[in-house]
């Protein structure tokens, strides 16, 4: 299942964090999730994808429209 929302939190050292999903709910990711985005950094409020398996778990954080 993909999402989207905008970041809460992000601890660049744990490479951890929160979201705010667009239904107004709150999703944490782990740093394994952030490393499969490929990306470096999240700033807060910024616009993300996640894609999360069937226990609700995410598996990737993404910066939508790009793959």
Do not use: C, H, K
């Not at 660049?12 to 999703?27: A, F, H, K, N, V």
């Not at 609700?56 to 939508?64: F, H, Q, S, T």
Request: hydrophobic fraction near 40%; glycine fraction near 18%; charged fraction near 20%.
């Amino acid at each position: 299942m993909v999402m989207q929302g905008t970041i809460a939190t992000f601890d660049p050292d744990t490479r951890s964090g929160t979201l705010l999903l667009d239904d107004g709910s709150e999703l944490g990711f782990g740093p394994e999730a952030f490393g499969r985005s490929g990306l470096r950094l999240l700033r807060l409020g910024q616009r993300v994808s996640v894609e999360a398996g069937a226990d609700g778990a995410v598996l990737r954080v993404g910066i939508p429209g790009i793959v």
